[in-house]
């Protein structure tokens, strides 16, 4: 049985932090399911899976298909599908209209949104409604161009209380979870202790209920430059390359099969 909103909540009170990677195939999620407690369908597939510079051209069509995929492995984390840009920031009537096609046709558990001061509203809405939240905060990529690049959050006293104001903000209005992205450690350590409901950090220290990842970044997959945050612990790219090249040189040798 997949992990609820609550199991998680309830990590934070036993201080047992949360393990959580994205997926967006079927093979990666059956590695990771039973290692993980949260496994996020996320619209960074835009990069990793797509291709693109941003993940601003990733569609509601696009999330559903992946997380229908990955819904289909996960029997034992919990299951998040983010919400693409443009989906749900027009009104709270689109975003409780695609919020609910994502859960109805993926199974998943939540969604995320990264939130402004705007969401707030929505995230109400959407709680109200039966779907659980995850809101991301911080460093969120769908501002890509806002930002003019994918650059670090809280740098002045300034940024960081409106980063504060806006997770307290968060939980009142019913978020179940928050997402602290590319913010200083000692900013999120405030937010964490501040709030009932866990904190997943990436690129926010080591003071947060919990960790995540892009698992394709954590195994080595993805071409350099990483993120300053990202830690590989497997070098993957390298390892098919090898057993590609293997299997070329004993197809022109005649060796294989």
Partial sequence: ??????????????????????????????????????????DSLGNVFQGNETTLNVSIENMIYHGSIVSRAVKESHLCIDMPFMSYQSSTEDALRNAGRIIKATGAESVKLEISFDSLNTINKLSNAGIPVVAHVGLCPQSFNMYGGYKKQGKNKSEQEYIYTLSKEA????????????????????????LKIPTIGIGAGKKCDGQILVTEDLLGLTPSPHPSFVKNYSNLRATIKKSINSYKNEVKKNKFP
């Avoid at 997926?23 to 949260?38: E, K, L, M, R």
């Avoid at 939980?171 to 501040?194: D, Q, R, Y």
């Fill in 171 to 194: 939980e009142i209005n019913g978020a179940s979870i928050l997402v602290i992205e590319g913010v200083p450690e000692n900013l999120a350590n405030k937010i964490t202790k501040s």
């Fill in 1 to 42: 049985m997949r992990k609820t909103i609550t199991d998680l909540q309830s990590m934070k009170q036993k201080k047992e932090l949360i393990v959580a990677l994205t997926s967006y195939d079927f093979q990666i999620a059956t590695i990771i399911d039973s290692v993980c407690d949260f496994v996020l369908v996320g």
